[in-house]
């Protein structure tokens, strides 16, 4: 009898030590790719624009240089657009929306019935505490929170996404309440 149950304890320890060896593997989402090369353009744009003073001294190819530079400066207007979301904040451990995150989500959703060509992907962020699994899932559950309360509010969900980042993309670096507050997070991100 006891080397039946001494057999048993030791299988069991054995799958225990070789799941939990497992069980600390991190799951990492591949990156959707995100338009971030616009906010690199729009500098680019006023340095094309500041040779211009020095041009009208020429004569009439000015006129023809405009239209191109007032192209290159067409760009600029998405990340204006994609500034104009503004991220929403949640408790410690929690994917209830607050107060505050709902009135954010109302001005967002305005912006989205507004513009109707555009697809947002919300990205839910969380502070460095708990797993990797663990942030990604709660991640996933604020980006969702977000995701519903938009088609709630009229949003097509078709043009809604949601990913989540768990604790690999904080917002700011720290160690204290301040920084975890602003990485526990919703982003909105348009997509192409």
Known sequence: ?????????????????????????????????????????????????????????????????????????QPAPAPAAENAFESIYFDFDKSDLRQDARDVLSKNAEILKNKPALKIQIAGNCDERGSAEYNLALGERRAKSAQQYLITLGVPADRLSVISYGKEKPAVDGHDEAAWAKNRRDEFVIMP
């Open 1 to 73: 009898m006891k080397r039946g149950t001494m057999t048993a304890l030791a299988v069991l320890s054995l799958a225990a030590f070789l799941a939990g060896g497992c069980a600390n593997k991190e799951v990492v989402k591949s990156e959707e790719p995100v338009v971030k090369a616009e906010p690199a353009r729009a500098p680019e744009a006023p340095k094309a624009q500041t040779p211009q003073p020095a041009k009208p001294a020429q004569a009439e190819p000015t006129p023809a240089a405009e239209p191109i530079k007032q192209a290159e400066a």
